[in-house]
């Protein structure tokens, strides 16, 4: 599978880049981004890295008219991912697009139009939903707290610098509503600032209190209850042991959970261990945005409850 990335910010230089070289069957095809400096840079990582030479482009248009690629992976800050979705669909390319889908729910919803239809890169799914989604069961009322901090000085980024609750929260409200197997209803006691934010959401077969913050060490931290408040799955990241892994040769998180998500791109993977496809689709993009927007509302009225926009089709 050939990919091309348009965006060369840090997610492709630490994330999509080790990726692709680590993956099975998957190499980048083409870089674009208007920095030179930057899509000199990823395209020196990709070759350095043992993955071959591979052209950069100022556009995503100029990569889509001169190489052949099965999947464009649009990982430029959030005001440019619709167009350049777009962009790729013009061109009878399938993408990838990173989160936020959109900077707002109603651009969020365009992505859900277009065809072939676009994924939305939602890669804890490919790490804490990796280990958990089998020992969640199927049916029953739910108790989630998930957990995700990162200091946001420490990953460097080149333009984006969105708030908390788009640049970690979103994460944890897509990973409640596919462990859950439920749509959102409503956000409740959210408070929101630029660097932490949390919230409850209400699920329809249960509840997630969710916290993130992106001006603290690295955690994160996922744990699934039942009603009587029984353990049934956790998941832990970050901290001493994932350090400690770090040196022991062990993949880093992101790069892992990015190769297990580029990986099921791939024809020959079958849906994910029998429980449908795994990727996130646009109505799960637009969803998790449904709740921010839910959220935001929430926190403007002191913590009120606030029902979360319906979505016809939404899938999880």
């Not at 420490?154 to 640049?167: I, P, R, V």
Request: charged share 25%.
């Amino acid at each position: 599978m050939r990919l091309g990335i348009a965006g060369c910010g840090r997610i492709a230089e630490r994330g999509y880049i080790p990726a692709a070289l680590g993956a099975e069957g998957i190499e980048i095809a083409g870089f674009a981004d208007p920095g030179p400096e930057r899509r000199e840079e990823c395209a020196g990582l990709w070759a350095r890295g043992g993955g071959g030479e591979a052209p950069a482009f100022a556009g995503a248009a100029e990569l889509l008219a001169a190489v052949p690629i099965d999947l464009l992976v649009v990982a430029a800050p959030a005001a440019h991912h619709v167009a350049l979705a777009e962009e790729a669909a013009r061109a009878g390319v399938r993408s990838l697009v990173e989160k936020p889908p959109a900077p707002d729910l109603e651009a969020a919803q365009r992505l859900g139009a277009l065809d072939p239809q676009p994924s939305v890169a939602f890669n804890r799914r490919f790490l804490q939903g990796h280990e958990l989604r089998g020992a969640v069961p199927t049916e029953g009322w739910l108790e989630l707290d998930l957990e995700l901090r990162f200091r946001r000085g420490d990953w460097g980024a080149h333009e984006a610098d969105d708030e908390a609750l788009l640049d970690a929260g979103l994460h944890l409200i897509d990973l409640a509503c596919h462990l859950s197997g439920a749509a959102p209803i409503a956000v409740r006691s959210a408070r929101i600032e630029p660097e932490r934010a949390s919230l409850e959401l209400e699920l329809a077969r249960g509840r997630a209190r969710i916290a993130c913050a992106t001006d603290r060490g690295h955690r994160e931290v996922v744990a699934v209850r039942d009603r009587a408040g029984k353990l049934l799955a956790r998941s832990s990241w970050g901290g001493l042991r994932t350090r400690l892994g770090g040196l022991l040769g062990r993949p880093d998180p992101l790069v892992l959970s990015l190769r297990r998500q580029l990986e099921a791109f791939r024809p020959d993977v079958p849906a994910y261990r029998g429980q449908g496809p795994i990727v996130a689709t646009p109505d799960d993009g637009a969803a998790t945005m449904a709740v921010v927007e839910a959220a935001r509302r929430s926190a403007a009225l002191g913590g009120a409850e606030v029902t979360v926009a319906p979505l016809a089709g939404a899938s999880r």
